[in-house]
């Protein structure tokens, strides 16, 4: 079989790393045509150490020193596929390696000719190598690619690849993009983690400054926040031997909610991410994790008063009776209730819904499934839900139980995950633009109003970051 895979590696003094993430590419040696290393300007051994395992290995080596400069990471990589020959990319960060199982799927991936480039689940290792990052599980990650004319990245930091037609259009291959797929049967694994508090603070200050003065948003500060505001330490899961598990989203939610939830063959959620048991172990163990404090959020005032005003502005009759559909931690209907309204909230966790009950009394609070809803018809002049429409896997059976208990001319108001949402494990279903009439199953006669899909900012730390279509805000009006 003729080789047809370069394999592009970006470096920066990685002698930690280097031969690590060379060796984990043994398997795939038959099939690989070069190594391309992108070096910004290394001052320890990585070079040496990586001309070292190609003579041992045998395998070609093309070394390009190439300071990073304004192209930022997207250069890098740019100025790698140029020196790349094979018809297929494979690319790396030196602090990642592939699992063995990529062997018996690079094959089959390269030969689906309407396919152009893979996203593949990565792992985030944590100090002992036994404990990772669950809830950043899968954190798809585009690491191969069809060398085409045209294709190349964009962006500073978290490069991003994009394609160029012969007129000059440019295409997207983000995540569920046309022409790009999602594999569940090979793991990445990085091991950034497993640096030193002082390297890991270093990166994030590095990245600190590189978006204050590019001012783009996508960035992730690790690092300085791992260890000063200890953001990480919540988040880790035990996992005895966790490189040798193939498909950690099949078996692991939270540590201890494994045997809740189960996946279909494309890696979504199935219908038990809604039972009642999983929701009520997932907000106990949030309340674990915080020491015991409450986890009710009580600042969403503002939150609140932009509900309302939205009610006020597209409701065609007038509003008095509200249903918040999953309260979660939130605390919107307690303070819709002290602007004036008669507010029901219901959830599916019990446990969550004795917590609101005791620390923020005055909304109606019923547990209850909202697939089926114990309402009688037309009961609710309007209706709200935040981050919840995404868990259900029926959402045009969803969709008519709502409507069904809201009168005609009144309306629901719905915030859930669009495309370039990170990917969760629990989420049933990405919504688009184009799809979402489809998805919801609506007829014409109901008015469906889009009204944001990422086109604004949030603070995050202490610099803006752009959500792209991460969410979407829309509206579904019963007709009269």
């Keep these: 079989m003729s ?50 395992i190609s003579k041992q290995w045998q395998v070609k080596m093309t070394i390009i020193s190439n300071k990073k400069g304004d192209a930022g990471f997207a250069g890098q990589r740019n100025l790698g596929i140029q020196h790349s020959k094979g018809s297929w990319i494979l690319i790396l960060d030196s602090d990642e390696t592939v699992h063995p199982d990529m062997y018996w799927e690079l094959l089959q991936m390269t030969q689906r000719s309407d396919v152009v480039a893979w996203y593949f689940p990565r792992v985030l290792l ?18 191969l690619f069809k060398k085409l004319d045209g294709i190349k990245f964009t962006r500073l930091v978290h490069e991003y690849l994009i394609f160029i037609d012969k007129d000059g259009k440019e295409h997207s ?4 993009q046309q022409g790009t797929k999602i594999t569940k049967k090979v793991n990445f694994y990085h091991y950034q983690l497993l640096s030193s508090k002082e390297k890991l603070e270093e990166k994030g200050e590095r990245w600190m400054k590189l978006s204050k003065e590019s001012k783009q948003g996508g960035f992730n500060i690790v690092g ?31 540590e201890n909610t494994n045997s ?40 969403c005032e503002d939150s609140a008063k932009e509900i309302r005003d939205i009610f006020q502005q597209y409701s065609h009759i007038p509003v008095k009776r509200i ?18 309204y008669d ?62 208990v809201l009168v005609p001319g009144g309306v629901i108001l719905v915030t859930t995950v669009g495309q370039n949402h990170e990917s ?57």
């Excluded at 944590?126 to 690491?143: C, V």
Aim: aromatic content about 10%; hydrophobic content about 35%; some cysteine.
């Design 3 to 52: 080789k047809f895979l370069s394999v592009q590696i970006l470096t920066c003094n990685s002698e930690d790393n280097i031969v690590r993430c060379i060796k984990s590419l043994l398997p795939l040696a038959e099939f690989i045509e070069e190594i391309v290393i992108v070096d910004d300007e290394s001052k320890d051994n990585t070079l040496l150490m990586a001309r070292n």
């Design 126 to 143: 944590f100090p002992d190598e036994s404990k990772f990052l669950i809830d950043a599980y899968p954190d798809y990650q585009m690491r």
């Design 173 to 176: 291959l983000g995540i569920n």
């Design 224 to 254: 300085k926040d791992a260890f000063q505001f200890n953001t990480y330490q919540h988040r880790i899961a035990n996992l005895p031997e966790a490189l040798k598990i193939k498909d950690i989203s099949k078996n692991l939610v939270l």
């Design 260 to 299: 809740l939830v189960s996946f279909d063959d494309n890696g979504w959620a199935d219908k038990n991410v809604n039972s009642q048991p999983y929701w009520n172990l997932l907000f106990k163990e949030y309340q674990e994790r915080d020491n015991g404090t409450t986890i009710i959020n009580k600042r």
């Design 323 to 340: 249903l918040e559909i999953g309260c979660g931690t939130k605390s919107d209907s307690y303070h819709l209730v002290k602007l004036g």
């Design 343 to 404: 507010v029901t909230t219901v959830d599916i966790s019990d446990y969550i819904i004795e917590l609101q009950k005791d620390q923020l009394p005055g909304p109606n609070y019923l547990q209850m499934d909202a697939r089926e809803l114990k309402f009688s018809d037309s009961s609710f002049d309007c209706i709200f839900s935040t981050d919840v429409f995404e868990h259900f896997p029926e959402t045009e059976k969803t969709v008519q139980e709502w409507l069904r």
């Design 424 to 480: 969760i494990p629990t989420h049933c279903k990405y919504f688009t633009k184009e799809n979402l009439r489809t998805e919801l199953g609506l007829g014409e006669e109901t008015e469906l109003t889009i009204l944001r899909c990422g086109d604004f900012e949030y603070e995050d730390g202490n610099f803006p970051r752009n959500r792209g279509d991460r969410n979407m805000t829309f509206l579904l009006r019963k007709p009269i």
